[in-house]
């Protein structure tokens, strides 16, 4: 059995993840690996599950979080017409 990065459990069903700057590390759950490798918003600390905003290299999880810290003019949406 292998033991989960985060939690610490005894667990024979893990399974790794390697992130794109090759940390890796055995997790029971994908709740533990979202805990340990997913980015957080640079604004209000958010977990950051979908694509997020990205802006000169910091992760936002919305345009809001942009505009307030980067100053960009960005929106979550497009209307047309």
């Not at 090759?22 to 533990?32: H, M, N």
């Not at 999880?61 to 003019?73: E, I, K």
Request: proline residues 5%.
């Amino acid at each position: 059995m292998t033991t989960c990065t985060s939690c610490g459990n005894d667990y024979e069903k893990t399974f790794t993840v390697v992130t794109p700057e090759g940390e890796q590390g055995p997790f029971d759950s994908f709740e533990c690996a979202i805990h340990a490798v997913a980015p957080r918003c640079k604004r209000c600390g958010v977990t950051i599950l979908g694509h997020g905003v990205e802006v000169d290299a910091q992760t936002f999880c919305c345009s809001h979080c942009a505009r307030q810290t980067a100053d960009v003019p960005i929106t979550d949406r497009v209307v047309i017409g």
